[in-house]
C-alpha cells in the first residue's frame, strides 16, 4: 500500500512542478510577444519532456543527492513515510504558490521538505551543514549574478544591435531567443527529473526509466493545465520587455543553468530566470516593484513552509 501512495504522491509533485516550472524557460517568449502563450507552452512542454527522456542515460547522479541519503540514516531515508512526507508537503508548497501566480523553486522546497522530515525523524541530528553549503548556498547567489549579468548582456546587445542590418538582426533575436528557451527547459527537464525519481526509487519493481517517463508526463500535464498565472507574472508583471530584452535575460538564465549543473551546483532555475529578467528592468526602469516584492518574499518562505508541512506530514504519518 505503502507504494501506491509514493507514487500517487510524487505525480502530485510532478504535476505541481510541471505548473510552476514548466513556463519559467519560455517567459520571455511570450512576454515579448514573439509567440502566443499557447505556442510557448508547447514548446516548453516538448523541450522539458526531451530533456527529462534524455536524463534517463545520466540520472544516477541527482537521483542519490535527492534521496535524503546523507541528511538522515539510510534506514529513514529510504523508508516509504519519509518520501511520502517529503513529496505531498513539497507538492503543496509548490502548488499554493502557482495559485497565487508566484513562480518558486521546486528545489528549495525539495530541500525544505526533506529537512522538515529529517527533523522529526531524528532532531538536531540532521546534516544541516550539508543543505546549507551544498543546497541553499547556491540557490540565494543564483539571483545575486542573474541580476547583474542579464543587465550587462542587455546592455551589451543594445550596444551591438545597430551596428546590425534591421531585418537579419531581427530574425537572429527571434531565432536565437526560441533556441534559449528550448535549452532552458531541455536543462530543467533534465536535471530537475531525477530529483523527482529519487522520490520512488525505493519501489522494487519501478523501473528508473519508467519512473522518468511517467513523471515527465506528469509534469507536462501539469504545465499545460496550470501555468496560466504564473505565466502572466513571469512574462507580463515582472517588467515589460522587448525581443532584445527577453533575449537577453534567456542567455543569461540558459548559460547560469548549463554550467551550475555543469560544476554539480543545483541552483535554482526559477531565481536565476526571475533575477535575469530583473536585471533586465533595472537597466530599463520599469520593474514593477509590488510584484518583485511578493516574489521575494514567496522565495524567502517557500523553504520554511515546505519544511513545516513536512515535518507534520511526517509525524501524522509515522502515528
Known amino acids: 500500500m505503502w507504494e501506491v501512495s ?23 517568449l511570450f512576454g515579448s510577444r514573439i509567440t502566443s502563450y499557447q ?110 549579468l542579464g543587465a ?6 543594445e550596444y551591438i544591435k545597430p551596428k546590425l542590418s534591421l531585418p537579419i538582426n531581427q530574425r537572429f533575436i527571434n531565432i536565437a531567443h526560441y533556441i534559449s528557451a528550448g535549452i532552458i527547459c531541455f536543462t530543467q527537464g533534465f536535471y530537475d527529473t531525477p530529483k523527482l525519481v529519487s522520490l520512488v526509487v ?19 500535464l501539469g504545465g499545460l493545465i496550470s501555468s496560466q498565472k504564473l505565466a502572466e507574472t513571469m512574462s507580463l508583471k515582472i517588467t515589460p ?3 532584445t530584452q527577453g533575449l537577453s535575460a534567456n542567455i543569461i538564465t540558459s548559460i547560469l543553468v548549463i554550467l551550475s549543473n555543469y560544476f554539480g551546483l543545483p541552483i535554482s532555475t526559477t531565481h536565476v530566470a526571475v533575477g535575469s529578467i530583473f536585471g533586465v528592468g533595472i537597466i530599463t526602469e520599469k520593474v514593477n516593484k509590488i510584484v518583485s516584492f511578493k516574489i521575494i518574499m514567496a522565495w524567502i518562505l517557500t523553504l520554511p513552509t515546505a519544511t513545516i508541512m513536512s515535518g507534520i506530514i511526517y509525524r501524522l504519518l509515522q502515528r
Do not use: C
Not at 509514493?6 to 505548473?19: H, N, R
Not at 550587462?152 to 546587445?157: A, T
Not at 519493481?205 to 506528469?218: E, H, L, N, P, V
Open 152 to 157: 550587462g548582456i542587455y546592455s551589451l546587445v
Open 241 to 243: 520587455i522587448n525581443h
Open 39 to 148: 505556442t510557448a507552452i508547447l514548446w516548453a512542454t516538448f523541450t522539458t519532456f526531451a530533456g527529462a527522456v534524455t536524463s534517463i542515460l545520466f540520472a544516477d547522479n541527482l537521483v542519490q543527492q535527492f534521496s535524503g541519503q546523507g541528511i538522515v540514516r539510510d534506514a529513514i531515508a529510504q523508508g516509504g513515510n519519509f518520501h511520502i512526507a517529503v513529496a505531498i508537503a513539497t507538492a503543496l508548497t509548490v502548488i499554493i504558490a502557482t495559485n497565487l501566480g508566484l513562480p518558486v523553486s521546486t528545489t528549495h522546497s525539495l530541500i525544505g521538505a526533506i529537512f522538515g522530515a529529517a527533523l522529526v525523524a531524528i532532531g538536531l541530528e540532521a546534516n544541516s551543514l550539508l543543505l546549507l553549503n551544498y543546497f541553499v548556498l547556491p540557490l540565494f547567489i543564483s539571483p545575486i549574478l542573474a541580476i547583474p
Open 6 to 28: 509514493i507514487f500517487i504522491a510524487t505525480l502530485f509533485l510532478a504535476y505541481a512542478k510541471g505548473s510552476n516550472d514548466n513556463f519559467k524557460g519560455v517567459a520571455t
Open 202 to 220: 525505493i519501489i522494487e519493481y519501478f523501473s528508473r526509466q519508467g519512473a522518468i517517463i511517467t513523471i515527465a508526463m506528469a509534469m507536462g
